[in-house]
């Protein structure tokens, strides 16, 4: 792919007619997007070490990244229904360490369907591909990541305010770089029931099960690596508007996994996430979150983790053209379940601050610049994971 800069989507921006530039009616849009990323510590590795030194005598921790970007689109209505299609192709250029070049194809496309207003639906499929960062994998080598996503849902007005709901669904995750967790498929089905009151508040219940098959790992009784697991969830979600101001949203997740051979790998809790958003109107934006998550991780002295996050995020509409964004986050993640358990030495605990600043600024409707600075710093009480990280960006997107 011919990599895009910002004096061609300038010059591509002048040379088109009016009637090309992007708007939200248009059955096609397109969006150009050259993107730069400059990374000081780009595997993530502990102060003071030299990622690759041993392997290539290149003893550089930073590097620079230009990706370049088309993304096509077509949105149609017909009466009841609505069909959208994306094509998502992308090239990335590493200054420093080329042998992590890479090319990315993907696509979305999505059904929403209505047989008649009070049954409605969705069937959708979608395709993603990127490099999986470093923050966890240490392989220092091009691991590309390639997730398939199929699904199909329905919503059924049964009775005024109440709906009732499903879902079925598909899901592939495939590594080029095969750890034992990587390469895995899972298969679920979810029911439940809405209701939906006058002044827009929901309230969710559901239930799902999951079958989760794990697609390039041989059964391994001593390491306890095994080829499948059941999960079945019991949700509830809540959309409350409080005052024309603020909103909360809130999904609370009973699970429970069982894998199929080995019971040490089992895990079950509580997660979930809290939304509280204050809204002065279109100047100011204050977004507060926390949340709960459980993450399957095999290794000998890990079988998952939990992650508790809180972070804070304002939003300011500085002016017509420019607006600012403020985030910042900390995250404590535990792990558990060993299977072999080592005198002396404790259970892994990572406590991750990040803080990230973003300006955007909109010339014109088609053209948008978002430049960003952020920091990054994992303290553990295993000293080969921490790192600390500086990253700034500039995108650059014209639209038509």
Sequence with gaps: MVRLTFFALTLIGFFLCTPLWADEADVFNATVAETIVRDDNLFRVPTGV??????TGNPAREDTIHAGTINLKLDKTFSLQHVHIGVNLASYHFNTFSFLNYQAKGFDARWDWSLT???????????????????????????IRTIENQNASLEYNAL???????????????????????NKSTDFAEAGIKYLSVNGSSVVLLNRTSRVSWLDVPLNEFLQFDVAATQHDSE??????????????????RLNRTHQNFSARNFSGTAGTFNYIWSSGSK?????????????????????????????????????????????????RNFFAPVFIFDGVPLRQDVIRTGQLSLEWLPVRNISMVVSLQKERRNSNQEDVTYADTTTSLDMRLSF
Excluded at 50 to 55: C, E, F, G, R
């Design 236 to 253: 509830i979600r809540l959309d409350l508007p409080l005052t024309g101001k603020s909103q909360v949203q809130a999904v609370a997740t």
């Design 50 to 55: 030299a990622p690759m030194l041993t392997l």
């Design 117 to 143: 207003p009070h049954l409605t639906g969705k069937i959708l499929a979608d395709r993603t591909q990127s490099l999986n960062n470093f923050v966890d994998y240490r392989g220092y080598s091009r691991n």
């Design 160 to 182: 005024g305010a109440w709906r009732i709901l499903g879902r079925t669904g598909h899901n592939k995750v495939v590594d080029t770089y095969i750890l034992p967790t990587n």
């Design 284 to 332: 100011t934006q204050i977004l507060l979150s926390a949340s709960r998550s459980f993450v399957d991780w095999w290794d000998v002295a890990t079988s998952y983790n939990i992650t508790n996050t809180v972070s804070l995020a304002p939003t300011w509409q500085l002016s017509p053209e420019l607006s600012a964004r403020l985030r910042l986050e900390r995250s404590r």
